[in-house]
Nanobody, 130 residues
Framework: QLQLVESGGGLVQPGGSLRLSCVAS????????IGWFRQAPGKEREGVSC??????????FYSDFAKGRFTISKDNAKNTVYLQMNSLKPEDTAVYYC?????????????????????WGQGIQVTVSS
């Protein structure tokens, strides 16, 4: 059974940083894509950043609002994907989810479509406020 567990959320002041972790169990990150999504109250779930692994190597994708501020990375030995978030803004406040599925499409195609992922974590709150 595939399981994903997020951690690292919390309350941070504008301009601050957080690192989210997504620990995967029941599968290895090889040939899987892991995505970070977020959902703010009253808004649709949106892709933040994704990383995929294929026989050719790893690929990453960032949504426009994440470029230059967020960094996705993975540690295969720990079966964990990280999302380092810097220069946080109040509009980054949301529940953040990690999701996983086979890398069957390009990382960009998967990251813009939450329906591309079958396995989801429970979500973790990130609040950016002074």
């Amino acid at each position: 059974q595939l399981q994903l567990v997020e951690s690292g959320g919390g309350l941070v002041q504008p301009g601050g940083s957080l690192r989210l972790s997504c620990v995967a169990s029941g599968f290895t990150l090889d040939y899987y894509a892991i995505g970070w999504f977020r959902q703010a109250p009253g808004k649709e779930r949106e892709g933040v950043s994704c990383i995929s692994s294929t026989s050719s190597g790893s690929s990453t994708f960032y949504s426009d609002f994440a470029k230059g501020r967020f960094t996705i990375s993975k540690d295969n030995a720990k079966n964990t994907v990280y999302l380092q978030m810097n220069s946080l803004k109040p509009e980054d406040t949301a529940v953040y989810y990690c999701a996983g599925d086979w890398s069957v499409r390009t990382v960009q195609d998967m990251c813009v479509a939450p329906s591309a992922f079958a396995s989801w974590g429970q979500g973790i709150q990130v609040t950016v406020s002074s």
